[in-house]
């Protein structure tokens, strides 16, 4: 759980202590004491508790301090002290901490492992304002230490207000909420119901493990891309409301007769064409016929550059016929034009100066795109060739992945252990037209609850790449073996609680909402499980929580 500072492994023998000689003020009279310290930056009283799975309080101590101290080298480390000032608990803040707020009950949450057994403990603060305070300087002095650079570096003079009201996820502005609670005004509640099998004659190998998937959107096909080669899905007659094996893809080879392994994978031409990308690292893109997983034609930029990542030109590309990508890697933008003459394809390129370790773009309408970069930063772009129109500073942690909705409107970037839910609009202007300056409307960062993670017994948040439903209504992901599907609406109306979750047999390794012209499949997912593929099936609109 990472390095610990006079730490016991988890606050021990918590029980009511309470002194009634002890009053709130004195509490806050030493609580001032301590932050005279400069080294001190957050002071406040407390309530510690242990918690159950069900929620309910297992043990309580108080009254107590919770202090944020910093140390030296970016380090800090968050406390509970005693009235005696000694502190009971210390931990270095890191990368490693699990963590979540209760906003309702003024809770900080975290993890501990006890005994190979999750432990959930909270401290709760008196007020609202004080628990944001307590978020930006956690998350502040976290970020910091990953990053070993101060805040303001970090963010940039000019950024550093819009980044300190997400870290205290401060969203009250008024002149952005009333906009994108109309936006999503229409949403109804997504719930899980019954997962299905797929039908296939083809025996499970638990041997070759699943990479992901990719649907086609005018043809009735589902590929499900491994090591050797692509199986082949579609909708089942007998039962619509799941799929069935259609035929096995063999390996995928270039032109030169190499085996690939492929990886961001585009639908191209009407469904009939993919684009794809070799696992290692490689200086081209692959065209494959989609009907015989064969590839037949390979791009590359300058040849000397590699491709991390690729993203459509525009969201309705697969309808038409157009040719045109976009493509990048840690440091390059590229604007390919396979029509291009010669085997340089590079119609518009955008190299920058200095690296921003680039991770992963986005496509949303006629060349405009997103770029994430590793320090947790997006970047939003009218077109590859110009400087970015707006940037969003995000919060700090690497970007591995990002997502546009269908109408450019919102963008998910999936981090480690978070999401980040970043609107691109506001009411007359759009940020990759415009630059919308403190005008921008702010990022939410979605977590899952500590007691949700002790419930389900997930020690470590590692999400798959969140993904977007067509209605822009919902996001899905998932960690290990669980599901989990946000209400865009029940975020941004700031309930706590705004996703569902579910145990799978297996680990999960890509879900993404199913393709599909029926509407009582609406809301419906695909899972690719690590060994086989499942359809999940949702009930949508059935009242809210």
Excluded at 267 to 273: C, F, I, K, P
Excluded at 319 to 332: S, Y
Aim: proline residues 4%; charged residues 30%; contains cysteine.
């Amino acid at each position: 759980m990472g390095e610990k500072t006079n730490v016991q492994p988890r606050p021990k023998q918590v029980q009511s202590n309470e002194d009634p000689m002890i009053t709130l003020a004195e509490l806050k009279v030493l609580a001032a004491q301590l932050k005279e310290d400069k080294t001190y930056i957050f002071a406040e009283p407390s309530v510690l508790y242990l918690v159950d799975s069900d929620g309910s309080i297992k043990e309580r101590r108080e009254p107590l301090l919770l202090s944020i101290r910093l140390t030296e080298n970016f380090t800090a480390v968050f406390s509970l002290h005693e009235i005696s000032l000694s502190a009971i608990y210390s931990r270095k803040i890191d990368e490693s901490i699990v963590f979540g707020y209760d906003d309702p009950t003024n809770c900080f949450q975290w993890m501990e492992v006890e005994n190979g057994e999750l432990e959930l403990c909270a401290a709760q603060v008196e007020n609202a304002e004080i628990l944001m305070n307590f978020k930006f300087f956690f998350s502040r002095c976290r970020m910091e230490f990953s990053r070993q650079e101060p805040f303001e570096v970090i963010f940039g003079r000019e950024e550093v207000e819009w980044a300190e009201q997400v870290l205290r996820q401060d969203y009250n502005r008024q002149d952005t909420r009333m906009i994108i609670e109309e936006e999503l005004k229409d949403a109804q509640e997504i719930q899980f119901e019954e997962d299905l099998p797929v039908n296939s004659a083809v025996p499970i190998d638990r041997n070759e493990v699943n990479r992901g998937i990719v649907q086609g959107k005018l043809i009735d096909r589902t590929f499900v891309h491994k090591r050797n080669g692509f199986s082949v899905f579609r909708t089942y007659a007998a039962d619509p409301n799941t799929l069935e094996f259609m035929m096995q893809l063999p390996a995928v080879k270039s032109l030169g007769g190499a085996t690939l392994a492929p990886k961001k994978i585009l639908m191209r031409e009407e469904d009939t064409r993919m684009l794809m990308l070799n696992d290692f690292s490689d200086k081209k893109v692959y065209y494959a016929d989609s009907e015989r997983g064969k590839v037949i034609s390979e791009f590359q930029s300058d040849g000397v550059n590699t491709f991390t990542d690729i993203a459509c030109f525009d969201q309705q590309d697969e309808f038409t016929m157009n040719p045109v990508f976009l493509a990048m890697n840690d440091q390059h933008l590229f604007q390919i034009d396979p029509r291009e003459h010669g085997d340089k394809k590079a119609a518009k390129t955008k190299l920058y100066a200095s690296k921003y370790n680039f991770t992963a773009m986005a496509g949303v309408h006629q060349g405009s795109c997103a770029v994430a970069s590793k320090k947790g930063e997006v970047r939003v772009y009218k077109e590859i060739g110009q400087n970015a129109k707006n940037l969003y500073p995000g919060n700090g942690e690497e970007i591995i992945a990002l997502d546009s909705s269908k109408d450019g409107k919102w963008l998910v970037a999936t981090c480690r252990d978070s999401l980040l839910l970043i609107p691109t609009f506001t009411d007359n202007a759009s940020a990759y037209k415009k630059n919308l300056g403190k005008q921008k409307p702010l990022a939410r960062v979605l977590k899952l609850q500590p007691l949700d993670m002790k419930k389900f017994n997930i020690a470590r948040v590692e999400f798959t790449p969140a993904r977007f439903d067509d209605g822009q209504s919902y996001i899905v992901s998932s960690t290990g073996n669980v599901l989990v599907t946000w209400e865009m609406k029940l975020v941004f109306e700031g309930v706590p609680c705004s996703y569902h979750l579910k145990r799978m047999a297996d680990k999960i390794v890509a879900p993404d909402f199913r393709h599909s012209q029926r509407p009582e499949n609406e809301g419906d997912l695909l899972v690719a499980l690590q060994s086989e593929l499942r359809v999940q099936k949702t009930r949508i609109g059935s009242g809210r929580r």
